[in-house]
């Protein structure tokens, strides 16, 4: 049996192999690259994590969240205080915000998950906008518009990640390692349900799967990643405020998970990556920066509509033909 | 009781209002376990709405279900489900951008396990269960003949292939009862056909069967027993032979809109 055998090694070298080195390969440009480029690669992979959890909820369970800031802000809130303020080590403030996170996705998700449509975006907004106003407000907690400053780097015990360099290295491995888990969440029995929900909710419910539950533990995983990601950023600027996980976030998160290939696997890395990096180039256009930039985006999306990996998945070589298409039924 | 005890499915004085609408009044059928059962009646007779309460979409506003000797009134529809009563629906739901194979691989879901866990260190039995998914799936596409079409993207499949795609979905969630609202609608004489043997195969691997149809030469020729309902009301029930001889469905069939065929 040759032939499953090469479609299957094929697929290996394409989903896999080759975006796998192609992320190593922007992270060794950036390690030989001046600082400013090492923190721009380094804000990509923070806010690829971010759009890869995004995308699990958005694109895999086909469900609207406009409030995922909210929970890169309890994570980087949470990162910030616990390590800046009480000392402890910053991985397990990290993996302590994530849960507390999860916990309060998992509270506020009970409910709003309910909704449908336009009532789960507004929902989810209007959390955003709530955790935004706390971020202000309790003051003796975030400093309000101050914001927190002195944030220690990541590290593990005695081991520090002193440069941002070295800090990169990590947020590389915390996207593989992000990326890798998402992929392997949609390809099993758990991920077959929400693609399941996001294709027709009546039929996955005739069908068995509690629907609610499975959107809730969705939303959850989202909000995992979205406070992994607040949290990096917290370690890798050192300084977080308010206006970090604010509205300009989620604006930003849409352009990447649309502009990268909603419900691909390696859209969110890709949308990260070009949303940050385009402007770099387009600078030398100056006042004409921002009309183009608008204009690549636009014609990528009118053009693109599964987005620049739906580009990337169309270069030949790839599965069969698709099949003739038969004719409608009336 | 010695009746409803022999019932798999028993449908007790259902009453559904929408607002002054009554669409269901007082509606009572026993379905034998093994039986391939029709429920006929003219448009908005309150036959999906008759559906839609015996798994769970909504409550009735009076009466009871009850399924394999519980009463499953009210649960909701996951749950209901997952007790082995599965239903599709009159306008076709498949998930679209899956394949044709994992369309039917989301129907095992009642009958697999594994979460979050299993997902990320798949285990040994996961990666064995992931493996009979995936047969089981080919399998009974191979069952309703869509064999061919398994890595198809399901919405480029003809509309008929889509209702045959429904059913071997709902197989895969092995249904002690299977619900099927109008699997015939918009099929030519020719796909009726082939849905109608698909419909008899099931029936004769011992799933009981419980259909909706407008179509009545398949419900004649399938059907072992027949309810007629008009106008929400159950007018009569039978044996095929009986229900074409009952002067109240050839005169609710008369007086109606309905015609020979659409
Ligand atoms: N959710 C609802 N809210 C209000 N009225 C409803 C609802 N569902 C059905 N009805 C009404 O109840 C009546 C019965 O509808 P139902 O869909 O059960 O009929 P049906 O027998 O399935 O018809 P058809 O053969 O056209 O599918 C109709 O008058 C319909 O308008
Ligand atoms: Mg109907």
């Not at chain 1, 985006?297 to 599965?319: D, W, Y």
């Not at chain 2, 369309?103 to 299993?118: E, Q, S």
Request: glycine share 10%; net charge neutral.
């Amino acid at each position: 049996m040759t032939s499953p055998a090469t479609t299957s090694t094929s697929r290996w070298a394409r989903g896999v192999v080759l975006p796998v080195a192609a992320v190593l390969a922007v992270m060794v440009f950036a390690l030989n690259s001046s600082g400013y480029v090492v923190t721009v690669i380094g804000f990509a992979a923070i806010y690829a994590i971010f759009v890869t959890g995004l995308n699990f909820f958005m694109g895999y369970t086909g469900q609207a969240s406009f409030g995922q800031n909210a929970f890169a802000a309890l994570g980087g809130y949470g990162s910030a205080i616990l390590s800046g303020n009480y000392y402890w080590d910053p991985l397990l403030a990290l993996v302590v915000s994530m849960a507390f996170a999860g916990v309060v996705a998992a509270i506020v998700g009970y409910p709003t998950l309910k909704l449908r449509g336009h009532y789960l975006a507004m929902a989810t907004f209007a959390l955003g906008l709530i955790t935004y106003e706390i971020s202000i407000e309790w003051t003796g907690l975030t400093s309000g518009y101050m914001g927190i400053s002195g944030i220690p780097p990541l590290g593990v015990g005695r081991y520090e990640l002193g440069t941002e360099k070295q800090m990169l290295v990590a947020l590389t491995a915390f996207l593989l390692l992000g990326v890798w888990i998402s992929t392997r969440l949609r390809d099993s029995r758990f991920g077959r349900a929400l693609r399941a929900i996001a294709g027709s909710e009546p039929a996955a419910q005739a069908l068995g799967i509690n629907v609610a539950r499975y959107k809730l533990m969705a939303f959850v995983v989202a909000a995992l990643y979205a406070s992994c990601a607040g949290s990096l950023f917290a370690h890798f600027v050192g300084f977080i405020s308010p206006e970090v996980f604010g509205g300009a976030m989620v604006i930003q998160s849409f352009t990447m998970l649309f502009l990268g290939g909603i419900g691909t696997t390696w859209g969110p890395v890709i949308g990260a990556l070009m949303v940050l990096m385009l402007p770099e180039f387009l600078r030398g256009l100056k006042e004409l920066q921002d009309v183009v930039y608008s204009c690549v985006l636009v014609m990528i999306l009118i053009f693109a509509p599964k987005g620049l990996a739906g580009l990337v998945a169309l270069i030949p070589t790839r599965r069969a033909p698709a099949a003739p298409r038969p004719a409608e039924a009336k | 009781m010695g009746k409803s005890d022999m019932a798999l499915l028993s449908v007790q004085n259902v009453t559904m209002r929408f607002g002054g609408l009554v669409a269901n009044d007082r509606v009572s059928f026993d379905v034998p376990e093994g039986a391939l059962f029709a429920v006929i009646g003219p448009n908005g007779a309150g036959k999906t709405t008759l559906f839609n309460i015996i798994s769970g979409f909504f409550p009735p506003s009076e009466g009871q279900v009850v399924f394999a000797g519980d009463t499953i009134t009210g649960l909701p529809q996951h749950a209901v489900a997952s007790r082995g009563l599965i239903r599709t629906y009159q306008l076709v739901q498949l998930f679209k951008d899956l394949t044709v194979r994992e369309n039917v691989a989301v129907g095992c879901h009642r009958v697999t396990r594994g979460g979050i866990p299993a997902a990320l260190f798949t285990p040994g039995w996961a990666r064995k269960q992931e493996a009979e998914v995936e047969r089981r799936s080919r399998e009974l596409l191979d069952f309703v003949g869509l064999g061919a079409q398994a890595d198809m993207a399901a919405d480029k499949l003809p509309y008929g292939q889509q209702r045959l795609l429904e059913v071997a979905r709902a197989l895969a969630a092995d249904p002690k009862l299977l619900l099927l609202d109008e699997p015939a609608a918009g099929l030519n004489t020719q796909e009726t056909a082939a849905l109608a043997d698909v419909i008899q195969r099931v029936n004769a691997r011992g799933v009981t069967v419980l259909l909706v149809e407008h179509d009545m030469s398949l419900v004649m020729k399938v059907a072992q027993r027949i309810a007629v309902i008009d106008f929400g009301k159950k007018i009569a029930e039978g044996t095929p032979a009986e229900i074409k001889a009952h002067p109240d469905v050839i005169a609710a069939y008369l007086g109606g809109t309905e015609t020979a065929d659409a």
